[in-house]
């Protein structure tokens, strides 16, 4: 093997010695032939040169087996092979490029190849071979049938290159393009590139970058790349399109619409040469950026067309579901009938006794029987053509489940449409308050104490049968002015306050989109979040389900500090910018523990679920819960970062004394210090995502609490205004499987596992949530029944606990901030006193 040490004009005539001999006495005879016709020359202006591509390979082989299998055995060839210093088999001191092919001659290194639109690049390609060798192997799970070079049966290590293989590839590949002209920048691929489904060389490692720097083929502009990544995030690119463009670019993928194994392998395949951080097969939202971004530096003529399909498939393809008004809304005789003739033209709906309304939009009946608990209405006979009717239930309806029946509609083919609204709160009367008060005497001397002695405030509300039959104000809103000097007049509290609920806005911010959005039909619980957030890819996060977030269950720890540099996974997880916070979420927080191990309550699986709503409304968070959910409940006092909208902070129960600094012992960048009123406290929330978050964030009253808890008993409305379907609700408060604690992101009482929270004598329905500021939320459908209890226990000094179980908050230490008793005597007010 002397010869491999040799300068290429010497190996080249070393090797090809006896070939060459025939060659020329070929020659020889041809121009002898050809002397004798009258041949001239003239230069056409139709012709290109016959190499158009470059492309690298790895050898997967030490050096002395590349010999082998491309000089000695028959089968496999390159160009040009290239040695690396650390192969015990390479034993020449110097590196240098062997050449094993003239360029004029064709090696055989491509295979059955595409690209461009050109077949077979043996014919029109240089082929350079790089001593380089992965280590990849099959599990035994798979069949025998998976070959792909990215199945996931399949595991490759890929080694780096040596950096003086890459310089002397760098050289000899400008040597190369200086010979061959009509290699484009395009048009220097990997051999992955040509033949993805069978080749994954010359792997992630490769630095195409690096060569890129030196003049030596394709990548795209920073800032393209980062216009379309923010496109692509708003509004994925569909399979079919991507598959369009990638054989725009070069690829040979037919365009199924499928994401099939072929494209999985063309995906991976683009993500070595363009994308090697992050090489996964997935269809996302930077690949398709990166793929568009160079399009358009290379194919400007192209982008156009991809563009124009990519504005026309954002458009709708059907109309999507709309939840529309009331809890009755028919159309009488039923359209869709069944054979079972006694369960057409019937219904139920809630309501309570002494309440109601039914409205009558008659289409073109003369008369109609409709009945209510059995009872016959008296409705207008004859009745008038497309007119509106509206009467009265209060006589006919009761507390809970109510009949409606329509029949004998006249003349035969004739319709009328009912509607019924949900039932809204009503307050109590003052003969049944004055009862009530000394029902709830142990609850108000429970606080009144507890506010006597140093626990700073509360508003309580207790909603049963659709009225309120509770609300009062205890203590203070504020105590402690900035330095945490006490008030000499402190604020007192007001049953109108507002308070920050913490992580309640998990329930009545989050959970009350999701319910809307499942019910509309545009979000599954049941498929992965990378449907909805398709960067979220990468050590498993493909295999994650929405609903794995909504249980605790996807593995997340129970929250990442980004907000400080002093955070458990290190600076580099430190953000106090939204967009940062956000791919950090999305591509960077790492599990701790497996899906579905158990579940562990995480701050980060609702900040996910937050970023989920704002993908597919196309809306942020505060916007698309304020307009499409309390807004048209006429609730204006829930909302989001209240202090930017018009709110001052006298509104609101003050939190933390002292910022978020615990007692002066927490410090990080732009801390606060001073008394927390209007601001969000979750520093998460607060400093990492502007104040808007799935999981904190919400503000709000006891009164406007209210009426949420009154459409959750509701079964999803209130009033005129239907926010979710029955059955969606109830799929979200049901037991989880294993932990019946948890429902889909709801708390449960469930036969008294969470005493704490709601107490003894809660049934095992009863669903809600608390919040870290000092709130908790009840919802009993067994009991028709609510309790909103809001808290500023967090505004009081810190405190050393007994038994050397650290520092707290004096205002958790009270019966009112541990939630559990008061909920237990409002209970025992309701259940001793019926």
């Not at 470059?54 to 089968?75: F, P, R």
């Not at 409940?633 to 003050?654: E, W």
């Not at 978020?660 to 009123?677: A, E, I, P």
């Not at 967090?794 to 405190?799: G, M």
Request: glycine share 8%; with cysteine.
């Amino acid at each position: 093997m002397q010869w491999c040490t040799k300068p290429l004009s010497a190996i080249a005539a070393q090797m090809m010695f006896s070939s060459r001999l025939l060659f020329i006495c070929g020659v020889s005879v041809l121009l002898i032939s050809c002397a004798t016709l009258p041949i001239s020359y003239m230069q056409s202006k139709n012709y290109s040169q016959r190499i158009k591509f470059l492309v690298m390979h790895y050898t997967a082989i030490d050096y002395q087996k590349s010999v082998k299998a491309l000089v000695e055995e028959g089968g496999l060839s390159s160009h040009y092979l290239i040695p690396e210093r650390h192969d015990p088999s390479y034993t020449d001191g110097d590196l240098k490029v062997i050449q094993l092919v003239a360029e004029s001659g064709r090696a055989w290194h491509a295979g059955n190849s595409h690209w461009q639109g050109r077949e077979d690049l043996n014919d029109q390609s240089i082929g350079i071979e790089i001593v380089n060798v992965p280590e990849c192997m099959r599990d035994n799970a798979g069949t025998a049938t998976q070959k792909r070079e990215n199945d996931a049966g399949r595991l490759c290590i890929f080694p780096d290159y040596d950096p003086k293989q890459i310089e002397l590839l760098i050289k000899l590949s400008k040597d190369i393009l200086k010979r061959n002209p009509d290699i484009s920048p395009t048009a220097i691929v990997g051999h992955s590139d040509i033949a993805p489904t069978r080749k994954n060389d010359p792997g992630p490692r490769f630095p195409w970058y690096q060569l890129y720097q030196a003049g030596i083929g394709a990548w795209y502009d920073n800032n393209t790349l980062q216009k379309y990544w923010q496109m692509f995030n708003d509004r994925p690119v569909s399979v079919g399109l991507m598959q369009s463009a990638l054989r725009v670019y070069g690829y040979g993928i037919t365009e199924t619409a499928v994401n099939d194994g072929a494209t999985v392998d063309t995906l991976s395949a683009f993500q070595m040469h363009f994308m090697p951080w992050s090489v996964n097969g997935q269809l996302d939202s930077k690949t398709a950026g990166a793929l568009f971004a160079l399009i358009e530096k290379y194919m400007p003529e192209r982008i156009g067309s991809l563009l124009a399909r990519y504005e026309a498939e954002k458009l709708p393809l059907a109309a999507p579901i709309t939840l529309g008004f009331y809890q009755v809304n028919e159309v009488f005789p039923n359209i869709e009938r069944s054979t079972r003739e006694w369960v057409n033209d019937r219904t139920v709906f809630k309501s309570y006794a002494g309440e109601g309304e039914i409205i009558i939009d008659n289409l073109n009946a003369l008369s109609a029987d409709v009945y209510i608990n059995g009872e016959k209405l008296n409705i207008d006979s004859p009745l008038q053509a497309y007119q509106r009717y509206s009467y009265s239930l209060a006589r006919r309806t009761k507390n809970g489940e109510n009949t409606l029946k329509v029949d004998n509609i006249l003349p035969e083919g004739s319709s009328i449409k009912v509607m019924i609204p949900y039932p809204k709160l009503q307050q109590g009367s003052e003969k049944n308050n004055t009862k009530l008060a000394a029902k709830f005497a142990k609850v108000d001397e429970l606080i009144n104490n507890d506010v006597a002695n140093g626990f700073p405030g509360a508003v309580l509300l207790v909603l049963k049968d659709g009225k309120v039959i509770k609300r009062s104000a205890y203590g203070y809103a504020r105590k402690y002015a900035d330095g945490g000097l006490p008030l000499d007049t402190p604020v007192k509290m007001q049953t109108d306050t507002l308070f920050d609920i913490a992580s309640n806005t998990k329930m009545f911010a989050t959970n009350f989109a999701l319910m809307k959005l499942v019910s509309e039909g545009k979000i599954d619980v049941t498929k992965p979040i990378s449907n909805y957030l398709p960067e979220y890819q990468g050590q498993g996060r493909e295999s994650r389900l929405v609903r794995d977030l909504l249980t605790h269950t996807a593995g997340y720890s129970p929250q990442v500090r980004f907000f400080t540099k002093d955070n458990e996974l290190g600076p580099r997880f430190f953000s106090q910018n939204k967009k940062q916070t956000e791919h950090l979420l999305l591509t960077r927080v790492p599990f701790v523990v497996g899906r579905q191990t158990k579940a562990v309550y995480s701050d980060t699986d609702y900040m996910l679920l937050g970023l989920l709503i704002e993908r597919v409304t196309h809306n942020s968070l505060d916007h698309y819960v304020e307009q499409e959910i309390y807004h048209p409940l006429n609730l204006h006092n829930t909302l989001f970062n209240p202090l930017r909208k018009g709110f001052t902070p006298t509104q609101f129960a003050a939190t933390e004394i002292y910022g978020t600094t615990r007692g002066g012992t927490v410090d990080f960048d732009n801390v606060r210090t001073y008394v927390l009123q209007g601001e969000v406290h979750d520093e998460k929330a607060f400093h990492s995502l502007d104040g808007i978050a799935g999981h904190a964030g919400l503000f709000s009253t006891v009164d406007e609490l209210a009426v949420l808890a009154q459409t959750l008993l509701n079964g999803g409305g209130y009033g005129q205004h239907k926010l979710f379907e029955r059955d969606v609700l109830e799929k979200f408060v049901k037991p989880e499987e294993g932990d019946g604690s948890f429902g889909l992101g709801w708390r449960r009482a469930d036969h008294g596992q969470q005493k704490w929270h709601f107490g003894p004598y809660a049934s095992p329905y009863a669903y809600g949530h608390t919040g870290w500021t000092g709130t908790v939320t009840v919802i009993d459908p067994a009991y028709d029944l609510a309790i909103i209890l809001l808290t500023n226990a967090r505004h009081s000094e810190i405190v050393e606990q007994e038994e050397g179980k650290g520092p707290e908050f004096s205002g958790k230490l009270f019966e009112t901030g541990k939630y559990g008793s008061v909920i237990s005597l409002i209970y025992e007010a309701i259940l001793d006193n019926k």
